[in-house]
């Protein structure tokens, strides 16, 4: 499965300079000038990566050319999610730190709900990638971009939208810190779990289809 991997990294390397340069250019735009849209922008980007990784496997007939090779479907999924954790993690681990850096501890929740966010554009999207190929898929993953980009936008503007429910929750949050840090574990716990149950539906649906 390595070699599946390390195939993924070169594919990236020679068909993605653009979305990775638009990616360094918003990140560098935030450690500078945090902004939640920045946030949101970067997050997508990196979870529609291993869907694109996908389209041109599929695209190049590479699907069916890897399953003549020693490997199982189950190694065919799995490197694609494991292609995914090795782009979403180093990504959260910069973002945190930033804004950590800007906003201390005072918004910790935010961290939490980063780090779900992160892992939401490949979980919701691959299974159906790998069920009805990258066409219909691609249908999905837009849908789950659109209701995300408006969730996260209530949420991470509760406050500019003079929404009662949301400010009092977010300043209720903030005072207390406990809840914070709680809230925080609940989240990254979440979203590792989505995207554990997201990995095991796509090799049992990928088992299932015929390439």
Same mark, same amino acid.
């Given at each position: ?7 993924? !990294?070169?594919?990236?390397? +020679? ?6 340069? %638009?990616?360094?250019?918003?990140? @560098?735009?935030? =450690? /500078? ?67 950590? !850096?800007?906003?201390?501890? +005072? ?6 709900? %980063?780090?779900?966010?992160?892992? @939401?554009?490949? =979980? /919701? ?72 149950? +997201? ?13």
């Amino acid at each position: 499965m390595k070699g599946l991997i390390i195939k993924d !990294f070169y594919l990236f390397a +020679s068909t993605s300079k653009s979305m990775l340069l %638009l990616v360094a250019v918003f990140a @560098i735009i935030f =450690a /500078f000038y945090p902004n939640d849209f920045f946030i949101i922008y970067i997050v997508i980007c990196i979870g529609s990566i291993v869907q694109s990784l996908y389209s041109y496997d599929e695209k190049s007939g590479w699907d069916k050319y890897a399953l003549t090779l020693p490997y199982s479907r189950t190694h065919l999924v799995s490197s694609k999610y494991i292609f995914g954790l090795l782009m979403i993690v180093p990504v959260d681990v910069i973002l945190v730190l930033v804004t950590l !850096f800007h906003y201390g501890s +005072s918004k910790m929740y935010m961290l939490g709900i %980063l780090m779900l966010l992160s892992f @939401i554009p490949s =979980a /919701f999207t691959l299974p159906f990638f790998f069920k009805l190929g990258a066409e219909k898929g691609r249908i999905t993953y837009i849908i789950v971009v659109l209701l995300m980009a408006v969730i996260a936008g209530m949420v991470f503007y509760a406050d500019g939208f003079n929404s009662d429910f949301g400010g009092k929750a977010e300043e209720f949050i903030m005072s207390n810190n406990d809840i914070a840090v709680r809230f925080t574990i609940i989240s990254c716990f979440a979203g590792v779990l989505i995207y554990a149950v +997201s990995w095991l539906l796509s090799i049992r649906f990928y088992k299932q289809r015929e390439v």
